[in-house]
Nanobody, 117 residues
Framework: QVQLVESGGGVVQAGGSLRLSCGAS????????MGWYRQAPGKQRELVAQ???????NYADSVKGRFTISRDNANNTVYLQMNSLKPEDTAVYYC???????????WGQGTQVTVSS
């Protein structure tokens, strides 16, 4: 049974920081591209950041220079360090595990991030 469990969300003032974590079980973590997506009320889910199995990151333009994605294969965990947070970053943040070779795609339950102005 695959599980992705996010933690670290909360309420923070604009300009503040949060660190999200996502622990994975039931998959060979090192073989997966791991990603963070977010969905704000009334909007579609969007990619925030991804990191490949070879440790190459990519970011949405809206978060470049403020967010950093990283992974710890020894502990099956992916992180999202979020700095200089803005009210428009408010959303539910979801962890994703994707492997094209096996066409598998898994999602966590989400964690709420609220940035107050």
């Amino acid at each position: 049974q695959v599980q992705l469990v996010e933690s670290g969300g909360g309420v923070v003032q604009a300009g503040g920081s949060l660190r999200l974590s996502c622990g994975a079980s039931g998959i060979t973590f090192s073989r997966y591209t791991m990603g963070w997506y977010r969905q704000a009320p009334g909007k579609q889910r969007e990619l925030v950041a991804q990191i490949t199995k070879d440790d190459y990151p990519n970011y949405a333009d809206s978060v470049k220079g403020r967010f950093t994605i990283s992974r710890d294969n020894a502990n099956n965990t992916v992180y999202l360090q979020m700095n200089s947070l803005k009210p428009e970053d408010t959303a539910v943040y979801y962890c994703n595990a994707n492997r094209r070779l096996s066409r598998t795609d898994y999602w966590g339950q989400g964690t709420q991030v609220t940035v107050s102005s």
